[in-house]
């Protein structure tokens, strides 16, 4: 009877804790989308992030407003949850480096997932196109 009361909460324990890391790591989503949402409003504001889209016909609204909100939330999960679940396997003793080391490893696996396949799905004449310039003489 004891070793099945002893069972019972220990599996009642690691359900809480469990329970406790998803509401951290949501919180920490929340707040870390709404960052990602407001520094991407604020680069929207200087003047080269128009021209860019200008150049490119990408609507601020659709850019701003729409996009960077589910990608700041996605990205913030990710690293949030991550962040709590491996956070004495990160090579370092500061947190804010541990994340910014997890947010830095997040935007080089989201360059690769969206720059890659577009570079293969855009039609190009110029098959040096992704090399480097260089000045032929």
């Given at each position: ?24 790591a ?86 690769i ?5 577009s ?19």
């Amino acid at each position: 009877m004891v070793l099945a009361d002893t069972m019972e909460t220990t599996v009642q324990d690691k359900r809480q804790t469990s329970y406790g890391v998803y509401k951290k790591a949501l919180i920490l989503a929340i707040v870390g989308g709404l960052a990602f949402w407001a520094a991407t409003i604020a680069i929207s504001l200087l003047p080269i992030a128009a021209e860019y889209r200008a150049a490119e016909s990408i609507s601020n609204i659709q850019m701003v407003w729409v996009g960077s909100l589910p990608a700041g939330m996605i990205i913030g999960c990710l690293v949030s949850f991550s962040l709590l679940r491996f956070f004495d396997k990160i090579p370092t003793k500061h947190p804010i480096l541990k994340s910014v080391i997890l947010s830095f490893i997040a935007l080089v696996i989201a360059t690769i997932l969206l720059e890659v396949p577009s570079h293969f799905l855009t039609p190009n004449s110029d098959p040096d196109a992704l090399l480097p310039h260089r000045r032929i003489v």
